[in-house]
């Protein structure tokens, strides 16, 4: 007996190792891979990182971080989505819309208070999204319809903006509309809880657009991780108020 129990520790664990990619919803997966992290990242530059994730959501729509330990700021996500639909990469309207500039983004604003991570701003650029929408009204089946994020030339020149994501790919299986985006680099505590909601706004968009139903969204991370900061806090016994500590950054 003991034999058995010891054998089923040992698949439970290979299980774990192996990873989970496909999840109902964000809050799923972000529950997921906080842990995954904690247990099995590698100390990487002050954070413990997983290397080349990959994973699927089937239900795009449901976009909330419901975790209390998190405390997910819902409202500064949909004023981040407002200020990607506006196209202007200036902080000063996500301030307009938020009521406040969260300190990241001062960090990485230009002396015009400009930012290139304003992924809105990004896919405007030659009219990508426009583009993207007529493909998939005219050819379901293209391959094509890709938007381009990361050009190449922030390596030179934006020191403290570099976009976290490569590019956003929309493809048509069945009627229904799939979307892939592939990051760089993904910190999981800020970055992935407010990407994956205006990432599901921009999927919910383009369905409507193209009278497509809404499909699976899939996330690939080269470099999915969390700072030191941000770990230890999916312990049950921890205080809410240590929970809340780093909120301020974003909100």
Same mark, same amino acid.
């Given at each position: 007996?003991?034999?058995?129990?010891?054998?089923?520790? /040992? +698949?439970?664990?290979?299980?774990?190792?192996?990873?989970?990619?496909?999840?109902?919803?964000?809050?799923?997966?972000? @529950?997921?891979?906080?842990?995954?992290?904690?247990? /099995?990242?590698?100390?990487?530059?002050?954070?413990?990182?997983?290397?080349?994730?990959?994973?699927?959501?089937?239900?795009?729509?449901?976009?909330?971080?419901?975790?209390?330990?998190?405390? *997910?700021?819902?409202?500064?996500?949909?004023?981040?989505?407002? *200020?990607?639909?506006?196209?202007?990469?200036?902080?000063?309207? $996500?301030?307009?819309?938020?009521?406040?500039?969260?300190? +990241?983004?001062?960090?990485?604003?230009? &002396?015009? =208070?400009?930012? =290139?991570?304003?992924?809105?701003? @990004?896919?405007? &650029?030659?009219? @990508?999204?426009?583009?993207?929408?007529?493909?998939?009204?005219?050819?379901?089946?293209? &391959?094509?319809?890709?938007?381009?994020?990361?050009?190449?030339?922030?390596?030179?020149?934006?020191? =403290?903006?570099?976009?976290?994501?490569?590019?956003?790919?929309?493809?048509?299986?069945?009627?229904?509309?799939?979307?892939?985006?592939?990051? &760089?680099?993904?910190?999981?505590?800020?970055?992935?809880?407010?990407?994956? /909601?205006?990432?599901? @706004?921009?999927?919910?968009?383009?369905?409507?657009?193209?009278?497509?139903? $809404?499909?699976?969204?899939?996330?690939?991370?080269?470099?999915?991780?969390?700072?030191?900061?941000?770990?230890?806090?999916?312990?049950?016994?921890?205080?809410?108020? $240590?929970?809340?500590?780093?909120?301020?950054?974003?909100?």
């Amino acid at each position: 007996m003991t034999y058995i129990v010891k054998y089923l520790n /040992y +698949i439970d664990f290979i299980m774990i190792k192996t990873f989970s990619n496909n999840f109902r919803n964000a809050d799923e997966a972000f @529950q997921y891979w906080y842990q995954c992290i904690e247990h /099995y990242g590698t100390d990487f530059a002050g954070t413990k990182a997983l290397f080349n994730i990959g994973f699927q959501l089937d239900e795009p729509d449901e976009m909330m971080i419901k975790q209390p330990w998190r405390k *997910w700021n819902p409202d500064y996500a949909a004023a981040e989505w407002q *200020w990607y639909l506006s196209g202007d990469n200036n902080i000063e309207k $996500l301030g307009e819309l938020y009521g406040k500039i969260p300190a +990241i983004w001062k960090r990485m604003a230009d &002396r015009h =208070n400009n930012v =290139n991570s304003n992924y809105g701003y @990004q896919w405007d &650029r030659f009219q @990508q999204l426009d583009k993207v929408i007529s493909m998939l009204r005219r050819n379901p089946d293209t &391959r094509q319809a890709a938007i381009s994020i990361y050009d190449g030339k922030e390596i030179y020149k934006y020191d =403290n903006d570099t976009p976290c994501t490569y590019a956003i790919q929309f493809t048509v299986v069945n009627d229904k509309l799939n979307m892939c985006v592939t990051m &760089r680099s993904n910190d999981l505590w800020y970055g992935f809880c407010n990407d994956q /909601y205006c990432f599901a @706004q921009l999927q919910i968009l383009v369905a409507q657009e193209t009278d497509y139903e $809404l499909g699976s969204y899939y996330h690939f991370a080269h470099n999915l991780h969390l700072y030191e900061k941000d770990l230890g806090k999916f312990l049950p016994q921890r205080s809410s108020s $240590l929970l809340q500590s780093k909120w301020e950054e974003y909100g």
